[in-house]
């Protein structure tokens, strides 16, 4: 194919595209009325994000969205932004930062190529089916001639797939792996056929749990689609700004991004309440896949034992099952997971950094990640909450 009929676009904003254009790319899959393998590239969030002022001028999330035309067509995207800090990543390189800056480079503005606020692993080069190659070529080069001829120092594709990852390695940049807690759906046909996949001892311990989860005095009820309401998100708002404030100091998303996702995005969604005389006293946000629950937000205005486990784990396992989704990615961090039956998974990331000194430094940082990050997720696995096959237990 001849190269020289590749135009490759930077956009200020995604309303510089129509929506069929950008899904062709970012979600072919869901074009026969399907869901998408995931939300967070689809048109509909991303727009949600960029008109809700959750990114944009004052954020340092500054849209720069690559787009990708062969012959007049749009045949690859890439939802990137100039970062003029490392906030709402979860692929930490604050370390990174200091260390440049200390030598006396300019970190920031750097450029990321994410779904932003969202440690969920999905295609960051999207392009529509049969240019997969062309696509993800143009975009990872278009992306760091940009940073190369404006003297950025960086560029960094997060939660890429797997697949991805090995193509952009291949490609000249450097692989990052790092690990999340994932609950993977063995055919369960419900919760008590996961809780006989478990050890004794903590297939007790979930029971009690859930059990301890359900005195608070309430009910706990799901809501999706038409089913959500206004009223739900001003609850909702109340747990994420206080669950926000204690995390990153401020929260993420603007109030009215809830109201946008809710008139586009209904379907897209799972709110699990826990409720007394029908007022929510604690929430978990789920976002739903093809194949995937992403547990995203939860937050509260009264404590009580084990409500946490119940709405963003437990129910989210229930809503899988019911759904015949593969598995549950529950966000960031965490390894009291584990306990709970998400085992660790590795996620990858991609970077690109200028500096030739400073990126030799970074490969071999990552060289030695690589390695501490393989042990950490093989050693827990092999000692995790399911029963050994060739263990016979005392039911």
Known sequence: MDQTQVEVRVLGSLSQVTAADWDA????????????FDPFTTHRFLSA???????????????????????????AAAPMYAKSHSQGEYIFDHNWAHAYEHAGGHYYPKLQIAAPFTPATGRRFLTRPG????????????????????????????????????????????HRTTQQFHWLNDAY???????????????????????????????????????????????????YQDTGARKWGSPYLTRQFFDLAQQTMADDM????AERGGIPIAGALNFIGRETLYGRYWGCIEHHPCLHFELCYYRAIDLAIAQGLKRVEAGAQGEHK????????????????????????????????????????ELPTEYGPFRKPDVEEQQ
């Open 338 to 377: 584990l306990a709970r039956g998400y085992l660790p998974t590795q996620t990858h990331s991609l970077h690109w950094v200028g500096d030739p000194n400073f990126a030799d430094a970074i490969a071999r940082y990552l060289d030695a990640e690589r390695d501490a990050i393989s042990d950490e997720i």
């Open 270 to 273: 799972a709110l699990v309440f």
């Open 189 to 239: 046909s419900d919760f008590d056929g996961f809780l006989a996949a478990l050890s004794s001892r903590k297939r007790k311990n979930l029971r009690k749990e859930r059990r301890q989860a359900q005195e608070f005095g309430g009910e706990i009820r799901t809501y999706s689609g038409a089913e959500l309401r206004p009223d739900h998100w001003d609850a909702f708002w109340t747990f």
């Open 131 to 174: 240019y997969e190659t062309i696509g993800l070529s143009a975009l990872t080069q278009g992306a760091v001639q940009l940073a190369s001829e404006n003297d950025i120092s960086s560029l960094h594709i997060t939660f890429c797939t797997e697949a991805e990852a090995e193509a952009g390695t291949q490609m000249g940049l450097m």
């Open 25 to 36: 790319c970012a979600c072919p899959e869901a074009l026969d009325g399907g869901r998408p």
């Open 49 to 75: 994000l960029e008109e809700s002022g959750s990114v944009g001028p004052g954020t340092g999330w500054q849209p720069q969205y690559l787009t990708v035309h062969l012959d007049g067509q749009m045949v």
